[in-house]
């Protein structure tokens, strides 16, 4: 998969290994796919699409920018780190959480920049169906439309809560996890120096992709 062409990077490194089984049956109603749910999905998509059109003539900076308060509307950071990270969240001290919290939401963003960075022809579509998968949890599928290539299946685990729906997870091919590649990448960190090497590792990350934001 080329950059652009839908996610990459580290949580798909691991990704062949990592999956999270979302098919089958389920006792949960599917519901239709009404505007509340899939709003937040769309002007995602809508901030990547702007985001790559303007890759040529715009600086890292500039799109971090743009992307950030979208993605931070968008996605519950939050709870995605605090799965992420697993059992280990709770006992982390506030102090740590903090600092952790940040380094991760810059990661977060800067990951999206780097991964969405040209522009191709591709668009955007959101699938009529849902998948409802717990009480509040509702799978969104989407494809990224690739000029000569086949689709690429990008799916969003929604979960209703007191701001709207917002995304908790994503999942590529309907079945690779990102919240379980990252907690299979953070357990090593944690493993290795606790919750200051993990927060020095997404650190790294940022700076790897971004270049410190210097351009």
Known sequence: MTRAAGPRGGWLAVASAVALAVAGPTS???????????APVQALNDALIVAMRSADSSSFVARYQALAPVIERVFNLDDVLSAS???????????????????????????????????????????????????????VQTQIIRTGKSPVNLD?????????WQVV??????????????????RQLLESGGVPALTAGLD?????LSGSMTD
């Open 28 to 38: 949960y109603a599917d519901p239709a796919p009404d505007g509340a749910l899939v």
């Open 85 to 139: 990270v697993g059992l280990a969240w709770p006992t982390i001290p506030a102090s740590q959480k903090a600092e952790l919290t940040a380094a991760f939401r810059r990661y977060t963003v800067a990951s999206y920049v780097d991964n969405f960075n040209s522009y191709a022809g591709q668009s955007f579509v959101v699938l009529p169906q849902t998948r409802a998968i717990g009480p509040g949890e509702v799978v």
């Open 156 to 164: 969003y685990v929604m979960r209703s809560n007191g701001a709207g």
């Open 169 to 186: 997870d994503v999942l590529t091919d309907g079945t690779i996890s990102r919240v379980a590649v990252q907690r299979s990448d953070f």
């Open 204 to 208: 790294r990350k940022f700076e790897n």
